[in-house]
Each structure stands twice: as C-alpha cells, then as structure tokens.
C-alpha cells in the first residue's frame, strides 16, 4: 500500500534506499539534427558579432542575418526531432537530463535568463547593440526607432514561436494541446507585438489588448486612464471601455462558461510564453503541501495590494492629495518594482529552470487570483477523473505546472476544483489510462455545495471543511 508520505511527495523510491534506476539510453542525432543545431550555434555567433558597431547593423540584413539563422535553426531541429517519432508526449529521460532536472546547465539557463531581465529593467544601455539590431523591424511597425521594451517584445515572441513549434511537434497527436499553442502563439504575435505597435505607428497609445488589470496593473491607474482619454483620435476612450469590460464582465462571465482557462492557457502571453519556452521544466513545480499553502497566502495578498494600490491612487486623485498625499503615489511606484518587475519578470521568467514554468502564475499574477476565486466558485469548469482505472503512476501530477496533486484526486475518483489549475490540459494528456477530462458540466453537480457557492466561498475564507 502507497502511504500518505508518499502520496504527498514528501520523499521516493531514492531516499526509501532503492539504487537509482539505470539511465535510458541517449538517442544520437542524425546529420540534419547536428546541421540544424550548427545552424544554430553560428546565429549566436553572428548576433555576437553585429552587436558590435559594425555596418550591417541598423540595416535590413543585419537584422536578417542576426536572428534568421538561430529561428530557422531552432525550428529545423524541434521539428527534425519529433517528426519521425509516434505521435504522443514523450517525456523521456527529463529527471535525467542536466538542463531539466535542476542540473548544472539548468542553472546556468536560469542565471542567463534572470541576468537579462536584470539588465532590461535596470542597466538598459547594455542593450544598445541589440535595440540597434532591431531597429528596421521596429520603423515599419511603428514608424520609429527601437526601444529596449521593442527588443524585449520581439524576443519574447520569437522564443514564444520557436519553442510553439516545439509543442506542436511534441504534443502531434493531441487537437487540444495544438490548438490552444496555436491561439497563444497568435495573441502574442498579433494582439501583444505587432498591434500596439501599428497602435504608435498612426499616433495611438501604445495598448495590449490581451492584458488586463490587476495583471496590466497600471491600466486602471487615473494617470493612465487620464492618457488614454486625452490622446487624439478618440480610440483611447475605446480602450479604457475595452479595459474596463475585459477586466470586469469578460473575466466573470468567459470563465464562468469555460474557467480559468480560456485567459491562462490560451490568450495570456505570461502564459504562453510558460507553455512554449518553459515547457521543458514543467515537472519542477513544487507539489508539496506547504508549497499550495504558501501559494495561496501570495497569490491572493498580491491581489489585495494592487486593489489597495488602485483604490488609493483614486481617492488621492479625487480628493487632489488631500487625503493620503505622498502614499499612492509611493505605494504605485513599489508595487511597479517588486511586483511589476521583480516578481513578474526576473523570478517569473528567470526561475523557470529552478521552480517550474508557472512561477509568477501560481504565486504572483493577480489576475490569475481572480481568475481562480471565479473558476473554484463560479464556473462550470472541472476536471473529472474515473478513478477505477486510475493505477496511480503520478505522471499526471508530475507535470501539472501549478504544482496541483492531481493524481490523490484520480486515486479518489474526486472532480478536480482547484483554484490554480489553468486547464492546460497535460494531466490528461500524459495519463496512460485516460481517466482525466477537461469538461463543461452543468455548474451544480462539481462538488458538493457547488449549488451554494457564495457559502461555499465563505466556508473556505473561515476554513470550514
Ligand atoms: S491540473 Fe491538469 S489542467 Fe490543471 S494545471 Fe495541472 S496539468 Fe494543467
Ligand atoms: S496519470 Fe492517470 S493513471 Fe496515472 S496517476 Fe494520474 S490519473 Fe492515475
């Protein structure tokens, strides 16, 4: 019998005294896999070159010859090394792999990564030679030169693009995991580059449709809102209306009908960019008890603040400063820095190596808390498992992102509810045995006091079982 140590990963078959099991053999790379690879390596070196003041760089084929060679390379190889394999997910030799299993090279991935966010949010000027590079795209975007966010926006996408190839390769055989890699890779590329850039190019606000408050938290701002309904043309007025709609009809109502998920796994780049870049260290997220209990303190304190933030930077806008004087305005500036840039971008993206791919998701996004108190109390969204042929292999809680322990609900044969879960919908493609389905079910019948949700909301504030 598995006791309930076990069952709560609080140790395994290594620390219980049994030898490690014997390494799978490595798979060797056939000549296209090496030459795509190479392919690869020589885009980083010619990058490392232009970014020097050489001629070609601010020029077309600079541009060109800076990032074709490392996105074609990429893409070559992710769809050179899944495309002779049977469709199905193949999760082989993770926990043996260096890079994704918390290794030296998994270190040094997560040092690169917090290293650039460090430098984009605070030493900018380190990346001239890059924004230079990409100084052509960014005039026939949007009529001007590059920025260091333009830069940052651009990577974002091709790292978001390139590793999609990856899971459509890696997940061919299952439509959900397609599609929804598809739509995340189009409101990225469409609704979070090249839109609010066009945006600047006919003298628009610079505005991302796809992010919302609390997440876009400086949206609801009275100085962002008093922008927006001043710039030319009108459109900005839209735009807070679209803002005000996302942030309060859309997110009640779109994940009453299909939960957390329609925003989380298929609109949201912090999102998309976890489900592609960071797919390789899904399995790191910690499932441990503690780890659910320190989610639930951060997640929802992250949400109270920006609430107080946006609250208070209202009344003082109101009242003209009479009432709180210097504290909005300060409270707005430190939840920019620790939130804003620290939590969401250098530990939500730098971490991905170290803590899984969902960081800033599971412990951070505020939007994601809301998202979450609506999905848990509100939404007809669940998951439900068919115990009986469960046979308790754990791969399923293995690599939920969210850290949830999906398996000791299958065990159980109980719906999974849980605030977290961003239905990305990997639980139930790794289960061998097809017990997990993402469903729709009618709204009462998802557990017990479902019909009752606002007791139910307040029972789980109070702790009542
Ligand atoms: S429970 Fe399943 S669908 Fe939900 S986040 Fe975890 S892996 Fe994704
Ligand atoms: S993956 Fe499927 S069979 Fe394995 S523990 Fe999870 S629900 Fe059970």
Redesign the pocket.
Known sequence: MIDARTLDHQYDEENLGFPEPPKAEERKLDIWEKLSLSLVGLGVLIFIVLLFNTPLRGTWLGFILAFAPMVAGGALYFWLSYKNTVPGIKNDGNFYKNITSRGSLGWVAGILMTGFYIVLYWWPQYLEGGVRLVDPSSYAISGAPATHWFLYGFIYTLALIVFGIRMLMRYRGNRYQQIRTLSVMFFQLGFAFILPNVLMLFNQPEYYFSYFWPLKYDYLFPGTVSYLANSPGGFGVFFIFWGLVMSFLAVPVLTYFFGKRWYCSWVCGCGGLAETLGDPWRQLSDKSLKAWRIERWMIHSVLVLIVIVTASLWINSVTQGKVLGEFSGGAAKWYGFFIGAIFSGVVGVGFYPLMGSRVWCRFGCPLAATLGIFQRYFSKFRIT?NGG?????????TYCEMGID??AY??KGKNIIRASCVGCGV?SA????G??KLEGGSFKDRYKGADKPVQAFIDSIKHVP
Request: with cysteine; hydrophobic share 30%.
């Open positions: 498992t042929q469960c046979m308790s292999c754990g791969n399923c809680s999906v398996r299958a065990q639980c790794v289960c061998p045995s017990v997990l």
